[in-house]
Nanobody, 115 residues
Framework: QVQLVESGGGLVQPGGSLRLSCAASVSISMLNTMGWYRQAPGRQREMVATITSGGITKYADSVKGRFTISRDNAQNTSFLQMISLQPEDTAVYYC?????????WGQGTQVTASS
């Protein structure tokens, strides 16, 4: 069983920045892929960014150049650095970990970009 705890969400003005953290209850070197997903009201959950155990990253087109995903094995934590936040980035952000054949989700953290 893997537990994931997100933190770092909040309210920022458009153009602002936030860094989300996802702390895992196990060594993340044991996890195949970690990722960040988001769900806005009335919309389906969507992939934001993923990173493999080998460091290969993937981003949604809407966040390329603004968001950066990373993982720190020593801290057992994945990060999502977000800059130039826009109102359309407002959503609950969820951390996901894949440890084949299972997947695990965090409880989510709210990110709101609004003036």
């Amino acid at each position: 069983q893997v537990q994931l705890v997100e933190s770092g969400g909040g309210l920022v003005q458009p153009g602002g920045s936030l860094r989300l953290s996802c702390a895992a209850s196990v060594s993340i070197s044991m996890l195949n892929t970690m990722g960040w997903y988001r769900q806005a009201p009335g919309r389906q959950r969507e992939m934001v960014a993923t990173i493999t155990s080998g460091g290969i990253t993937k981003y949604a087109d809407s966040v390329k150049g603004r968001f950066t995903i990373s993982r720190d094995n020593a801290q057992n934590t994945s990060f999502l650095q977000m800059i130039s936040l826009q109102p359309e980035d407002t959503a609950v952000y969820y951390c996901k970990a894949l440890r084949l054949p299972y997947e695990y989700w965090g409880q989510g953290t709210q990110v709101t970009a609004s003036s």
